[in-house]
């Protein structure tokens, strides 16, 4: 099957922003360039027919997502007090060094969240932003950040989608593995601010 995925980014930032080494058009740059880019192909899993023939990262401009079946949603706000989890019935425990979060299995589905404020550059964001959407694609929390791969690049493990991710210069071509066979797992894409 031939599967379009899109990345939604849904600037929900409340008040001001910090605004230091990072910008919203570098970051959709990244996410494009350095990450979705390289998920496009045959799904790297033994047995599978499906083809990614599309992959791209884009901001949300109005109100609603325009989703598609097998999209994903990650939405910005400004640090924790702005977290959504509270909202949607997530079990949230505040934590300074804690970039995003993904409240799985709560009301209206899966919602993944990055904390503007947190993140020091453009880099450090479009990680952030690419690992808390592969925890709602997969569907996996934290037992992601020691998933293996395996065949046909093997190796050398996850990097951006480990727990400590943001702490890597690159991601690895594990990291676009585990993220291109999560795409055509089908989940209810947010299309709206809960
Ligand atoms: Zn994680």
Redesign the pocket.
């Known amino acids: 099957m031939d599967i379009r995925h899109t990345l939604w980014v849904f600037d929900a930032v409340a008040g001001l922003k910090d605004f230091r080494n990072k910008s919203l058009p570098d970051v959709m740059d990244k996410l494009n360039r350095e990450y979705l880019a390289n998920c496009v192909g045959a799904v790297p899993r033994a047995g599978s027919t499906d083809k990614i023939i599309s992959a791209d990262a884009k901001q949300v401009t109005g109100q609603t997502v325009p989703a598609g079946p097998f999209d994903a949603v990650v939405f910005l706000v400004k640090d924790d007090s702005q977290s959504f989890g509270p909202k949607i019935g997530g079990a949230f425990t505040s934590s300074p060094d804690v970039l995003?979060r993904?409240f799985l299995g709560t009301r209206g589905g899966g919602l993944s969240e990055v904390y503007w404020n947190k993140c020091y550059s453009s880099k450090e964001l479009a990680a952030s932003i690419f690992?808390?959407a592969?925890?709602l694609k997969s569907g996996l929390?934290?037992s992601?950040?020691h998933a293996r791969v395996g065949a046909p690049h093997g190796g050398p493990g996850l990097k951006v989608?480990?727990?400590n991710?943001s702490s890597f210069f690159s991601p690895s071509l594990d990291d676009f593995d585990f993220y291109s066979i999560a795409i055509p797992r089908h989940i209810i894409v947010r299309t709206r601010v809960p």
């Open positions: 995003g993904t690992h808390e592969a925890h929390d934290n992601m950040h989608l480990s727990a991710g």
